[in-house]
């Protein structure tokens, strides 16, 4: 498994808090032209597609069933993945690793807006037994973990809104954010409490959109329209959905899925060799406590960081440049997708007004939502 993979074409749809205009196959169908157009290949060259779905949330059964039309992959093998973004970039990432596979793609949508009862739907991923039976809403366990989080390190609730604030005003200058806003912290610590200290502004609004990416072999790369951007190394985990089992303060997945993924870059000291990243932030402690996992701040050092301007645009490490899922809103599977297109629109330098200076080797982040605890990490840099 030696083959080098790249990702050789990006498409993709503004975000939207809804899209009540365009059916998902539509939105799809523009993600796909704009892909292929970007990566200069036909259709009919496709030998594999990866679909980011999730039949529950959908609410039809065997989803992936109503994708290929709009992709023009009819009779081409399409394998589901019901997680995460990075997860499903990894599985075609594997398909071309094997040998067997020459051009693969990937394709992930939203249509949040269409799910009337968003937390009765999340409740379904509680402990059936002893958990979903109380009724409570799932906000509680992010309410839960950032109480955890903040209390064992030297974080607090201010770090968190000023991360609402850095990201919802990062949105601004982003033409696909759905959320971009100048928003203080005050009015993030003003905002109603959802899950004590959990408050409403601390949590990414919902939006639909969809995202096409084409991945190619090295050889297959060479001589596209866009330089390549290679993946030099992902990795994906799950800690325990038992919630009386889980570590409360720590990221597990996030931790365990960056050592798989800076072990095949070969990666030592990230805070060093990573130039910039995107990271999920679902809710806004999230950020923090992804960047710790990380490796990317020391733990319970992140919002001393964040205080110092490193995460900014303009600081040492620039995190969610985009806006995040807080600016461009949450859009369950597809998050993660949308953080690769981010960091592979900073490494092509077409990021337009949120292009960073330096910008060679990004990193993307991924979770898949509470109360889940599985995510992925993918290392992304020109040849």
């Given at each position: 498994m030696t083959q080098d993979v790249a990702i050789i074409g990006i498409g993709f749809t503004s975000l939207r808090p809804d899209s009540g205009d365009l059916s998902f196959r539509e939105m799809i169908f523009e993600a796909a032209q704009r892909a292929y157009k970007d990566a200069g290949i036909e259709p009919i060259q496709i030998d594999t597609v990866v679909s980011v779905t999730e039949d529950y949330l959908e609410g039809t059964a065997i989803a992936d069933e109503y994708v290929p039309d709009q992709l023009g992959a009819v009779l081409k093998p399409v394998h589901t993945i019901g997680s995460d973004g990075i997860t499903a970039l990894a599985s075609a990432f594997l398909q071309i690793k094997t040998g067997e596979f020459g051009i693969a793609v990937i394709e992930g949508r939203s249509k949040a807006s269409n799910i009337v009862y968003p937390s009765q739907i999340e409740a379904m991923a509680l402990d059936p037994i002893n958990v979903r039976p109380l009724g409570?809403?799932?906000?509680?366990?992010?309410?839960?973990?950032?109480?955890?989080?903040?209390?064992?390190?030297?974080?607090?609730?201010?770090?968190?809104?000023?991360?609402?604030?850095?990201?919802?005003?990062?949105?601004?200058?982003?033409?696909?954010?759905?959320?971009?806003?100048?928003?203080?912290?005050?009015?993030?610590?003003?905002?109603?409490?959802i899950a004590a200290p959990l408050k409403e502004l601390d949590v990414a609004a919902y939006a639909d959109g969809a995202i096409v990416m084409v991945l190619a072999t090295r050889e297959l790369?060479?001589?596209?329209?866009?330089?390549?951007?290679?993946?030099?190394?992902?990795?994906?985990?799950?800690?325990?959905?038992?919630?009386?089992?889980?570590?409360?303060?720590?990221?597990?997945?996030?931790?365990?899925?960056?050592?798989?993924?800076?072990?095949?870059?070969?990666?030592?000291?990230?805070?060093?060799?990573?130039?910039?990243?995107?990271?999920?932030?679902?809710?806004?402690?999230?950020?923090?406590?992804?960047?710790?996992?990380?490796?990317?701040?020391?733990?319970?050092?992140?919002?001393?960081?964040?205080?110092?301007?490193?995460?900014?645009?303009?600081?040492?490490?620039?995190?969610?440049?985009?806006?995040?899922?807080?600016?461009?809103?949450?859009?369950?599977?597809?998050?993660?997708?949308?953080?690769?297109?981010?960091?592979?629109?900073?490494?092509?330098?077409?990021?337009?007004?949120?292009?960073?200076?330096?910008?060679?080797?990004?990193?993307?982040?991924?979770?898949?939502?509470?109360?889940?605890?599985?995510?992925?990490?993918?290392?992304?840099?020109?040849?």
């Open positions: 409570i809403h799932p906000c509680f366990v992010p309410g839960l973990e950032m109480r955890a989080f903040l209390d064992l390190t030297k974080n607090t609730e201010e770090h968190a809104a000023t991360i609402v604030e850095k990201n919802r005003n990062n949105a601004m200058f982003n033409p696909m954010a759905a959320y971009g806003r100048n928003i203080t912290s005050t009015d993030v610590l003003n905002s109603p409490i790369a060479a001589n596209k329209i866009q330089p390549p951007i290679y993946i030099k190394g992902i990795g994906w985990a799950q800690d325990t959905p038992n919630l009386e089992e889980r570590h409360w303060a720590r990221a597990i997945y996030a931790e365990n899925a960056a050592y798989q993924a800076y072990k095949l870059a070969g990666i030592n000291k990230p805070y060093e060799e990573i130039d910039f990243a995107e990271i999920d932030d679902t809710f806004s402690y999230k950020e923090l406590q992804h960047v710790e996992a990380l490796g990317l701040s020391p733990t319970g050092m992140s919002g001393n960081m964040l205080d110092k301007g490193d995460f900014y645009r303009s600081g040492r490490l620039p995190v969610n440049v985009s806006g995040g899922a807080l600016g461009c809103g949450y859009t369950y599977g597809l998050n993660g997708l949308r953080s690769v297109l981010e960091v592979v629109l900073q490494l092509r330098g077409e990021a337009g007004s949120h292009q960073l200076h330096r910008a060679n080797v990004g990193l993307a982040q991924s979770w898949r939502g509470s109360p889940q605890a599985s995510g992925g990490v993918v290392i992304l840099g020109r040849d």
